[in-house]
């Protein structure tokens, strides 16, 4: 069980866990994770940590197969600039490490903020706290169990 999984047990989150051997060399987990799960690329979310101007870190939950736009996503959350996250900083806030990061029992509560394109799908994948686990619930379960708000944040 990870801290993701307990997360949606304890909301009682209706969810399937899908798990698949992850590839070390793999360059996208992301597609990876889409690939060997037979699922379209667009209902794959990955979990991404930026840093506002004020150090406040935000999460940003997008499909695997777009690029976070720093523009949008700051616009989202009402800041002038977001850029990456630095890795020890998004460890140590999620407490997951990268690849695995998921949106979900994150040991600090992060503002969130999941892609419109979630709402085009009666379910989604996002990491369920380790590299080839999932977990698949509906986009309004996720916005509800991360107090998440919807924004277009993709470029």
Do not use: W
């Amino acid at each position: 069980m990870t801290p993701a999984i307990n997360a949606v047990n304890k909301n009682k989150i209706l969810h399937k866990i899908h798990e698949y051997s992850h590839d070390a060399s793999s360059e996208s987990y992301g597609l990876e994770a889409a690939e060997k799960l037979g699922v379209i690329s667009q209902r794959v979310f990955k979990t991404l940590v930026v840093s506002l101007e004020s150090k406040e870190l935000v999460v940003g939950i997008i499909p695997v197969s777009s690029k976070l736009s720093m523009k949008l996503i700051a616009k989202a959350v009402g800041a002038k600039k977001a850029v990456m996250a630095e890795k020890s900083d998004v460890e140590r806030s999620t407490g997951y490490v990268l690849g695995g990061v998921s949106p979900l029992g994150q040991k600090k509560r992060l503002r969130t903020v999941i892609d419109v394109s979630a709402n085009n799908y009666p379910t989604i994948y996002v990491s369920a706290g380790r590299r080839g686990l999932e977990i698949e619930l509906s986009p309004n379960d996720l916005l509800k169990v991360t107090s998440a708000s919807f924004a277009e944040i993709c470029q």
